[in-house]
């Protein structure tokens, strides 16, 4: 089995081998994917990360060993933005990216050299606890909604719970209602706490939405852009229109 790692801070994965094609999901700088299928310009791949699979431009992947694929030390970038070099060029890579590659503030990926001198986050080091996952979360505070995204440089809903989750260690699967499938279920919104994810549905009962709660009224969540709304029994209310947004399916927690 062959493996890949993107040279850009975030590579689209798309539906199809096409750049016209829905973006579907990404992958960070740092992350690690399989390859399932080659064309002319697209690389089928799926992400060792959450299992996601979806076409990339080749030209944004180089070819890593297996022991660069499966091993690293774990930490992700801790700086909002952060500049590394490629190959002596500057290049802005988004909060919590995967840095296992580095050592010493170095990394050799094919004919890529990269130098960080960076802040790391040690994910098996961090305290699952109220404080951590608000100062987290409120790092992506005001990142613009993408579908398909998992940066500071644009997120979707379920991007945004997948990455806070990241930094206490838990792997989340990629979409909201694969998240929904886990954790234990809260009985009362009342009895909801920091951490908490809150799941919405459509008018068919589809899960369509997640979203993080800070505590049992209020919730930070990806939804025209990363923001904190106000949360009641029925759904979210906009705490900038007064429109209620989203109804509420379902608050489940998850544990360390």
Not at 88 to 99: D, E, H, I
Not at 176 to 186: D, H, M, T, W
Request: with cysteine; aromatic share 10%.
């Amino acid at each position: 089995m062959a493996f890949v790692t993107p040279i850009v801070p975030v590579t689209p994965m798309r539906l199809e081998a096409s750049h016209r094609s829905e973006m579907v999901s990404q992958l960070l700088f740092g992350e690690s994917a399989s390859i399932l299928e080659t064309a002319k310009d697209f690389i089928k791949v799926s992400s060792l990360y959450d299992d996601y699979i979806g076409w990339i431009q080749k030209s944004q992947l180089v070819e890593i060993t297996e022991a660069q694929a499966l091993h690293g030390n774990g930490c992700l970038s801790g700086d909002v933005l952060r500049v590394i070099t490629c190959n002596g060029a500057p290049m802005q890579v988004s909060f919590g990216s995967p840095l296992h590659f580095f050592e010493q503030g170095s990394a050799k990926i094919g004919t890529y050299e990269f130098h960080d001198q960076g802040k790391f986050w040690n994910p098996a080091e961090a305290q699952f606890n109220e404080a951590t996952l608000k100062w987290v979360s409120r790092q992506f505070l005001n990142t613009a909604y993408l579908w398909g995204g998992r940066s500071i440089f644009g997120i979707d809903c379920s991007g945004l719970t997948q990455q806070v989750f990241r930094f206490l260690g838990i792997k989340l699967p990629r979409d909201a209602y694969q998240q929904a499938a886990l954790g234990e279920v809260i009985g009362f919104l009342q009895e909801a706490k920091c951490g908490d994810l809150a799941f919405f549905d459509n008018a068919e009962g589809k899960i369509t939405h997640v979203g993080m709660m800070l505590d049992n009224a209020s919730i930070i969540h990806a939804s025209g852009k990363v923001r904190i709304d106000a949360i009641d029994n029925m759904g979210i209310i906009n705490s900038d229109t007064g429109e209620r947004t989203h109804q509420l399916r379902i608050v489940k927690r998850y544990h360390p």
